[in-house]
């Protein structure tokens, strides 16, 4: 199972980006997908996350400017994200749940991390 992500750049504060990420391999479902940031000298946290039946879940901080959604295909997510601020800049990673078959008849969820995508947020 690969995740891979798209769409980091630099960008003046209020500017809008859209990252995105697609979910590849073999697996039975994705149960979740979220992303996550990295600031730096900062732990990794949560910024959204979006649940196979369309739940979704955001930081605090990001709540009304940062929207989390699913492609029809169902194995890509997208974050848009308005209303950019400085603090937003940060490494973003995609993250997957995914269960898969791991012996013939059994299965198990698993977690996966894509490659980091950098956002800078900077007059």
């Known amino acids: 199972v690969q995740l891979q992500a798209f769409g980091g750049g630099l960008v003046q504060p209020g500017r809008s980006l859209r990252l995105s990420c697609t979910v590849t391999g073999s697996f039975i479902s994705i149960n979740v997908m979220g992303w996550y940031h990295e600031a730096p000298g900062k732990q990794r946290e949560l910024v959204a996350a979006?649940?196979?039946?369309?739940?979704?879940n955001y930081a605090d901080s990001v709540k009304g400017r940062f929207t989390i959604s699913r492609g029809n295909a169902k194995n890509t997510v997208y974050l848009q994200m308005n209303s950019l601020k400085p603090g937003d800049t940060a490494v973003y990673y995609c993250n997957a749940e995914v269960t898969r078959e791991t012996v013939p008849n059994y299965f198990g969820d698993f977690n996966y991390w894509g490659q980091g995508t950098e956002v800078t947020v900077s007059s």
């Open positions: 979006i649940s196979s039946g369309g739940s979704t």
